[in-house]
C-alpha cells in the first residue's frame, strides 16, 4: 500500500478498456495505465464514473481493482470508487477494495433512496469509521443528484472521516467556498476537481489536483497544467487550460448519443485512435461511437490533441 | 414458480424487518408474509424501494428472496426487484433471483449514469431478452430521476420484452396516457400502481392492480378496494381510499426524518406497533423513529388503521 | 359583479384569439366565450397559462378582460389571471382587474426570484387581504418552479385570504391530501383540477370542478363530464374522460414545436378547424402550427372531437 | 446616451434603497451610486436581479431608470434589466427604457410559458432587432429555469442581436465554452461573470467583466479585482477574490430567511451599516433582515469587508 498522505497532483479516472465481448481488455488496460505513469501522473482513480463502475459487475470490479494494482506496482497510489446506492451496499464494496490492495477508496452521497443533509453526514462518517483505507468523498450531483455541503465536508475532514473531495459538481462558488473554508479549518482535505474544462479556475480557488477524464487521452497536458499551477505561471496554465478545453469538444461532438456514452465514448474512441487501446467498445446499454462520430473526433483530437 | 400470466390486484412490496443488529429477522417476515396472504393479496413484491433493495447487501438479498419463496411456498406469485445501476449490474441480480426461485422481476430506468431515450429502451429489450422470468418496469422517477415514456413502454409489451409496469411516477396524466395506449394495442402490459393515496383514481384510468407500501400495515384495507373496482362499486372505493389516504398519512408525520427514513420508517413502526414484527430498525444510514415521531404515528394508526 | 360564493363546474380558461397581426380577435372571442356558455359551462378563467397570459403586455390584459366581461354580460362568472412574478407586480394587476369588472382573481406563488414557504404563504396573504375581489391560488410548478402545500392552502382557506385553488400541479398524491384536508377543515376551499387527462380522478379526489384548456374545443365534453360527476355515474364519467383524453393527444401530436407552443397551438388549431376562430395565430416568439401539424391535430379532432 | 461599444469592467447591478412604505428611497440611491461611480466602476445595471426587478411595478421600474440617468448624469454606460416572461411584454419594457434613456438594456429567455431552444434564440432575435439599444442577454438558469447555450449565444453575437452576455448560471464548464467559442469567432460578444465569488476564474476563462451583487457593498474591491485582470496579476487577483469571497458570506448567514431575501437582503444591512442607505428594507413578500441576522452581516463586513 502506498501513502496517500498528501496525495495532490492529477490523478486520471483511468478508463476500462473492453473487449468486443465486453471482457476487460486486460492488455490495453496495461498499455493506458503505463503510458499515465509514464507521464507523471500523482496516482490513479479506478472504478469512478469514467471507469463505468455504475455498469461493472461486482467480479467485474474485482478484477479491474487486482489488475490496477498488480500494474501500477507501488509506482503510484491507487484509488477505487466503492460506488453504491447506499451505506451497507458501499462498505461491501469497502472491503473488497481493501482485500484487492488499493490506497484509498472514494464514495459518493448515498443515492436512489431519498437521503437528506443529517443522513449523508452519517453516511461518510460510518463509511469513513469502518474503513481502514483513506477515503475521499465525491461530489458528483449529476448521477446522485445531491450536492455536498462544503461546511459538512470540512467538519468531516476535522473529524477525521474523509481525507479530500472530488468535486465534479460543476459549482465554481461552493467550490472556492469550500476551498476557503477547508483553509481557515486548518487543511484537513485534500482538493480535487473533476471538471476537465476549468481545472486552471479551480486552482485559482484552491484546488491540489484534479482528475481529468481527459487526462486518459492527454495526461502529459495536465501534468503539465499542474506544473505550471505550482510554479505559478498563471498565463502558462491558461493557455494549455484552453488547448484541454477545446480538446475536451471530442464529448460533446458525437450526435449519435447523447450523456454518459458520449463523454466516455469519446475518450475511448480517442484512445483506439492513439493505439492506445484495441477497440472503443463501451458496456450495455450503450454502443460504441461509429462513423461520423469517429471521424468528428478524431478532426478535434488532430487538431488540439496530444502532438506525436 | 407460479404463473405470473395474468398477475393482477394487490402485490404489496414487502418491508423486509431486520434484528436490532439489522440482520434479517426472519420470524417477523414470516409473521408480515403470513399475515398479507392471509388478507387475501395477490402476491408479493420483494427487493422494492419499500423492501429497502438499495441498502440491501447481495448476500442479503439473496436471502431475502430465499426466504419469500420458503414461507409463500407458491401461494401466491413472488415478485423481486432487481435493482442496480446499469443492465450489466441488473443482469446479474436477475441471474441470483432466477436461481433464488421467484417468479417474476422487476427493474428500474438505468441511472447514476446519464441515459437518455434510446438506452433506456434497449436496457429493458436487453434484461427482457436474456431474463427467463417475466420482467415488469418499475417508473420511479424520484430514485432514478427519469420517467418512462408511455409509447416506449407499450412497445416493450408488443415486442415481448416486460409484461407490466408499476407505476411510482406520481404521474397520473402519463398513467392515464399509459393506460389508453395500453388498451389500443391489444392490453399487453398489466398496469399498477404504486401510489397509496390514489389507488380509485389509478383504477379510474385503468390500472389493473396496486403496488402500494401502506398494504404492509393494512392489506384487508387494499383487498377490499380492489373488490370494489371488481364490482364497480366507485362510491365504496372513494369511501375505502379516503381513509386509506388519511392512514397514509403515517408517512409524512415524522419530523426527525424525512424522506425514504419517514416513509419506511413509518411502516415498520406501525407495524411494531401492530405486533407483526419486532422492532422497527431500518438500515444505514437511517435510525428507527423514536419518541414523539413513534407517537404520531400511532395517533394516526389508532384513528384510521384496521380495526381489531 | 356576479357571486361566485358557491362556484363549482366547468370553468374553461379561454384561449385569446389573435389576428394575423397578434392584435386580439374581438370577433373571434365573441364566438369563443359565446360557444362555450352556450355549452353551459359554470364560468370562464381569462388569462391563464392557455390564455397567454405570459405573453399579454398590460394593454392587451386589459383589453382582454374588459372584452370578456362585455361579452359574457353576467351570464357566468369571469375570473381573470393576475399572474407576474412577485407581490407588488401582482398586487398592480389586482387592481387592473377589479376596474375592468371580474368577478374574481386567480394568482400564483411568487417566480424568478427565489421565494420559500414562508413567503409564498405571505404572498397570498397580502394578496387576498388587499383584493376587493376573491382569490382563487393557481398551483402550476412547471410554470413557477414551485407546489403549493396543502397544509398551506387549507390555512389560507380558513384564514379567508383565498377561497379555491386551481391545481395544475400534476400531483395527484397532493391534491388527494389537499381534498380531504380541506374536507376535515370544513370545506373553506372549492378546488378545481386543470388537467384535461384526469378529470374524473380528480372528482373521485374530491374536485368540485374542472378548469380544462381542452373545454375551449369541446366544451359540451366537460360539462357531460360534471353532470356524471354530480349524479355519480362514475362509468360515464370513465367512458367520456378517455375520449377526452385521447383528444387531449392534440397537444402532443405537433412534432415542430414542444412545450407551450404546442398545447396552446393545437387548442387554437382546432377550434379554427372547428370553425370557431378565424387563424391559429400565436404570440411571438411562437408560431402557428402549419402543415403536417395541422394535419395531425385534424386527424385527432376528426375521431375523438365533439359530433357536429 | 453613452456608448456601450467596448463596454469592459465592473459594471454592478445596482440595489434599489426603499423607504420604510416601500417607495423608491432617491438620496440614497444618489448616494450609492455617486459611491460607485468614485470607485471607478465602468457602468451601472439597474433593474436586474440583485435591483428588485421581478418586484417592480413599471411604474417604479420607470421611476428608477429615470433617476439613474439623472444621477449618473452620462458618467458611465447605464444598463436596463427588461426582465420579464415572453417576447411581447420585453418589448413593451425595452420602450420604457429607451424613452428612460438607458444606454443598454438586459433580457434573460423567456420563461413561465415553457419554451425550448428555437423559441429562446427567435426571442432574442425579435428583441436584437427590434431595439434600438444594444441588448445583453442575461444567462440565470436559477430564475428562469434554462440554460443558454454557448453556440446559440455566439451566432447571436455574430448576427448582431446581442452585444454580450451577463452570465449567472454558476456554470464554469459552459462559461469556458462559451468564451473559446466567442474567441474563436472573433469576439462578437463581451462577457460578463455575475458570480461574486469566483470573479478570478472567469478572467482566467475569457471574461472581460463582472457584474457582482457585491459591489454594491465594495466597489472598490472589484475594481482592483479588474485592474489586478488587466496587468495580468493573478497572485494579487486572487487574494482579492477570495477577501471578496469571504466577505460574500454575507448573503449566506441570515437564518431567519433564505435565497433571494438573503442575498439582497444582506447587501442592503451592510449599506445601511456602511451609512450608504437609510433602510434595510425590501419590498413585499419579504422582511428586511433584524437582530442576530443583522448582527452576522456586521461580523462578516467588519472582519472582511472594506477599510475605512
Keep these: 500500500m502506498t501513502s496517500t498522505a498528501k496525495l495532490t497532483g492529477v490523478i486520471p479516472p483511468v478508463v476500462t478498456p473492453l473487449d ?3 471482457s ?3 492488455a490495453s ?3 493506458v495505465i503505463n503510458r499515465l505513469i509514464d507521464a507523471g501522473v500523482d496516482g490513479i482513480f479506478v472504478l469512478g464514473s469514467t471507469s ?9 470490479r474485482a478484477q479491474i481493482m487486482r489488475e490496477a494494482v498488480r500494474i501500477v506496482g507501488g509506482r503510484v497510489p491507487v484509488l477505487a470508487g466503492v460506488i453504491d446506492m447506499q451505506t451497507p451496499r458501499v462498505l461491501a464494496h469497502i472491503d473488497t477494495a481493501r482485500r484487492a490492495g488499493v490506497d484509498a477508496v472514494v464514495a459518493t452521497a448515498p443515492f436512489y433512496a431519498i437521503t437528506h443533509a443529517a443522513q449523508i453526514k452519517k453516511h461518510f462518517e460510518i463509511l469513513g469509521a469502518r474503513s481502514e483505507l483513506p477515503l475521499y468523498a465525491y461530489d458528483i450531483p449529476v448521477c446522485v443528484h445531491t450536492k455536498l455541503d462544503p461546511d459538512m465536508l470540512v467538519d468531516l475532514g476535522l473529524s477525521g472521516a474523509i481525507a479530500g473531495v472530488k468535486d465534479s459538481s460543476n459549482d ?4 472556492r467556498r469550500l476551498a476557503l473554508k477547508n483553509r ?3 487543511e484537513p482535505l485534500t482538493l480535487f476537481t473533476g471538471h476537465e474544462f476549468v481545472v486552471d479556475g479551480a486552482y485559482l480557488s484552491g484546488a491540489h489536483g484534479s482528475v481529468p477524464g481527459l487526462s486518459n ?4 497536458g495536465y501534468v503539465r497544467l499542474h506544473k505550471a499551477f505550482q510554479r505559478g505561471d498563471w498565463a502558462g496554465l491558461q493557455l494549455e487550460q484552453d488547448r484541454l478545453a477545446q480538446l475536451m469538444e471530442i464529448c460533446l461532438c458525437p450526435r449519435g448519443v447523447t450523456g454518459w456514452g458520449a463523454g466516455v465514448g469519446a475518450f475511448k474512441t480517442a484512445l483506439m485512435l492513439q493505439g492506445v487501446i484495441s477497440t472503443n467498445q463501451v458496456p450495455e446499454p450503450f454502443d ?4 461520423a462520430d469517429v471521424d468528428a473526433v478524431k478532426l478535434i483530437l488532430d487538431k488540439f490533441g496530444p502532438q506525436a
Design 20 to 22: 468486443d465481448d465486453r
Design 24 to 26: 476487460l481488455d486486460v
Design 29 to 31: 488496460y496495461e498499455r
Design 52 to 60: 463505468e463502475v455504475a455498469f461493472c459487475t461486482d467480479e467485474l
Design 172 to 175: 465554481d462558488v461552493a467550490f
Design 184 to 186: 481557515d479549518a486548518g
Design 217 to 220: 487521452v492527454d495526461p502529459e
Design 288 to 291: 460504441a461511437l461509429t462513423g
